[in-house]
């Protein structure tokens, strides 16, 4: 991926209007997170960004202009590869077999019959932003699949959302120029079986390989750690705790039930630590409490579990750039 999900869509929002200050509000980020786009932001802000865009530009169709202007190269080194690979089924296959590289906590799954094959996308964030980042993500979908995979016929034929409108639907048959359904199951791409044996105009066996390489050594990193629910457990219970002030390793391992040893070396096979983990908790309360004028430094402070005023400074210098006054 050349630039995570979430800094994609801050760069969007911005670019449709949406001031920085206001992000910096919402998320605790600023623009200084962004200044290096090979690093991805946590998902979780993400559910912010787009209730600020839909408050914004009601009844606007804001997901389908990023899916629109956005290059498919935000797509990465999957969709790179997709082009290369034999016919059109086996480049949609390689999103379901990569999945795991566009999100830990996304759900990609094929089902293939005899007339319709169905692409179905499930992130559990859809329940918090109402479903704008399903609708950029098969917006992507649809994108790729009629400028790289399609050859000489439609390929998409059906689109199923699980969410209400945000905009006329005039605007969805438009983007996907195919019947859009809403409130449907799930969120599904619908194409066309017959066409998917075609073959692809830049199918190479040798690039294709070269390339899939990497992303299996990519995947080997994440495979049955990170996307398995326990680590997002790990994440809800820091925040829980984080509701409580509880900012100790301990009072995380005890919250999830398990040895603090366990928990570390479960963290440590993707790459973080408890620290780590606590640490994302304590700059988004930090950011809330920092606005709340009726508290002192020191009270935030002691709140975010440090022993001293210095502490918490420090810590917040690291997380933004800037001493906390300066954010507030």
Known sequence: MLAGPLTSSILFAIARGVPPASITAATGLTLAHLADPAVRLPERHMPAIWRLMQAMFPNEPVSLEMAAAAPLSVLGAVAHAAQFAETIRGGVRLF?????LFSPSLR???HEGPEETRLAYFHPQDAEDGGH????????GARFSREVLEADAPLLVGVEFAHTPFAPLEAYRDFFRAPVRFEAPRNTLILRSDRLDGPLPRRNPLMLRHICNHLDLARAALEGVDCHPSVVEVR???QANGERYEYSTDALATRLGVGLRSLQRQLQAIGTTAHAVIDEVREANAHQLLRDP?????DVAFLLGYATENSFRRAFKRWTGRPPRQVA
């Not at 980042?133 to 992507?140: I, M, R, T």
């Open 108 to 110: 990609v799954t094929l």
């Open 294 to 298: 009726r508290l002192s430094l020191a």
């Open 236 to 238: 809800a219970a820091a």
């Open 96 to 100: 379901v077999r990569y999945q795991l």
């Open 133 to 140: 980042a399903s609708e950029v993500a098969l917006g992507l």
